[in-house]
């Protein structure tokens, strides 16, 4: 069978015909598998859910416990019949809970690679490249400039920046899910012992990486109400980038602003959002990542989307392997 017959871009997402199934829609449907738990992946009102624990734990905490008709838990690796197709998640290495879900029907297996990253993460379980015939790729980062740096490179610019200015507060601004829990573990790791105070939209989802047996440490709320300003002198506060827009902010002594993303690799977009100390943390894979992957999977052909599509499909072709862009909508890279 041709792949498009097996799966096919819709308005409401990637359409599974033999499953009658969507991926990751962008719209209430019947049924839906869902990759991980970020809000441009994972939405509710769908008439059935199926997605890990984890992704559906989080969806739960997001959006509260009736987000979905109905849901059902895969376990990574075990195989699971739809109708007449049959799906497998596995690790992706995005966030926790994150997952890549094969496709098979008639002897054809398409991977669908959700986002996913290659550099170890302590916070969830590492991708693993499968093999397929069709690999859809993200494409968040598809051109030759973006390579990231270590992580811990990264962190340590930020430990060196708070021995530094012993008298400010220095203010991270991180996504809610996935790469603040990151921050904070990539700290742990550096030997940052001391608390790390968090906005309180962070607390829930910290607490749940918590729970599932992620140590972060000495987590505190960022609030001065009850203390001195003077009190988050030499502290990190780790907060989703918005909080640093509003007056929150201000309240810290001497705040120098970060930001943990990929996209910091572009000095204009740091210069845009006032950020003084770019740190160039990714949740997705890099250029040479995303093509050393393609080539991991041993697929013919790669369908490429949200992101950059045209550059990778390009390599893709002078590589010698068919390649299309899938143009889907509804997918944001910003909150990266």
């Given at each position: 069978?041709?792949?498009?017959?097996?799966?096919?871009?819709?308005p409401?997402?990637?359409?599974?015909?033999?499953?009658?199934?969507?991926?990751?829609?962008?719209?209430?449907?019947?049924?839906?598998?869902?990759?991980?738990?970020?809000?441009?992946?994972?939405?509710?009102?769908?008439?059935?859910?199926?997605?890990?624990?984890?992704?559906?734990?989080?969806?739960?905490?997001?959006?509260?416990?009736?987000?979905?008709g109905?849901?059902?838990?895969?376990?990574?690796?075990?195989?699971?019949?739809?109708?007449?197709?049959?799906v497998?998640?596995?690790?992706?290495?995005?966030?926790?809970?994150?997952?890549?879900?094969?496709?098979?029907?008639?002897?054809?297996?398409?991977?669908?690679?959700?986002?996913?990253?290659?550099?170890?993460?302590?916070?969830?379980?590492?991708?693993?490249?499968?093999?397929?015939?069709?690999?859809?790729?993200?494409?968040?980062?598809?051109?030759p400039?973006?390579?990231?740096?270590?992580?811990?490179?990264?962190?340590?610019?930020?430990?060196?920046?708070?021995?530094?200015?012993?008298e400010?507060?220095?203010?991270?601004?991180?996504?809610?899910?996935?790469?603040?829990?990151?921050?904070?573990?990539?700290?742990?790791?550096?030997?940052?012992?001391?608390?790390?105070?968090?906005?309180?939209?962070?607390?829930?989802?910290s607490?749940?990486?918590?729970?599932?047996?992620?140590?972060?440490?000495?987590?505190?709320?960022?609030?001065?109400?009850?203390g001195?300003?003077?009190?988050?002198?030499?502290?990190?506060?780790?907060?989703?980038?918005?909080?640093?827009?509003?007056r929150?902010?201000?309240?810290?002594?001497?705040?120098i602003?970060?930001?943990?993303?990929?996209?910091?690799?572009?000095?204009?977009?740091?210069?845009?959002?006032?950020?003084?100390?770019?740190?160039?943390?990714?949740?997705?894979?890099?250029?040479?990542?995303?093509?050393?992957?393609?080539?991991?999977?041993?697929?013919?052909?790669?369908?490429?989307?949200?992101?950059?599509?045209?550059?990778?499909?390009?390599?893709?072709?002078?590589?010698?392997?068919?390649?299309?862009?899938?143009?889907?909508?509804?997918?944001?890279?910003?909150?990266?």
């Open positions: 069978m041709r792949p498009s017959e097996l799966l096919c871009p819709r409401e997402g990637l359409y599974c015909g033999p499953g009658d199934f969507f991926i990751d829609p962008i719209r209430p449907v019947n049924r839906a598998l869902i990759t991980h738990g970020h809000s441009d992946h994972a939405r509710s009102g769908h008439g059935s859910v199926l997605a890990t624990q984890e992704t559906l734990d989080i969806m739960g905490l997001r959006y509260g416990d009736d987000f979905a109905t849901t059902q838990a895969a376990t990574l690796g075990e195989t699971i019949a739809i109708k007449d197709a049959s497998t998640f596995h690790p992706a290495g995005h966030v926790l809970g994150s997952a890549q879900i094969a496709v098979e029907h008639a002897g054809l297996r398409i991977v669908v690679s959700g986002d996913y990253k290659r550099q170890p993460d302590p916070t969830c379980a590492p991708f693993e490249p499968i093999a397929c015939d069709v690999f859809i790729t993200e494409a968040t980062f598809g051109l400039v973006f390579r990231h740096p270590p992580d811990s490179e990264e962190i340590g610019r930020l430990l060196k920046s708070v021995s530094q200015f012993p400010s507060t220095h203010l991270v601004g991180a996504y809610a899910l996935g790469k603040a829990q990151r921050v904070m573990r990539l700290l742990r790791d550096a030997g940052f012992d001391r608390p790390i105070y968090i906005h309180g939209a962070l607390a829930k989802l607490d749940y990486y918590q729970s599932r047996g992620i140590d972060l440490g000495d987590l505190r709320p960022a609030t001065i109400e009850g001195r300003k003077d009190d988050f002198a030499g502290s990190i506060v780790i907060g989703p980038p918005s909080a640093f827009a509003d929150w902010a201000r309240r810290f002594p001497e705040p602003a970060c930001f943990a993303s990929g996209w910091m690799r572009i000095r204009q977009r740091a210069k845009q959002r006032g950020v003084e100390l770019p740190l160039i943390i990714s949740d997705h894979s890099d250029w040479d990542e995303l093509t050393e992957t393609i080539q991991e999977t041993g697929a013919g052909e790669v369908w490429v989307t949200h992101g950059r599509e045209e550059a990778l499909v390009r390599w893709c072709e002078l590589s010698r392997l068919t390649a299309r862009p899938l143009h889907l909508v509804g997918y944001e890279d910003e909150a990266e």
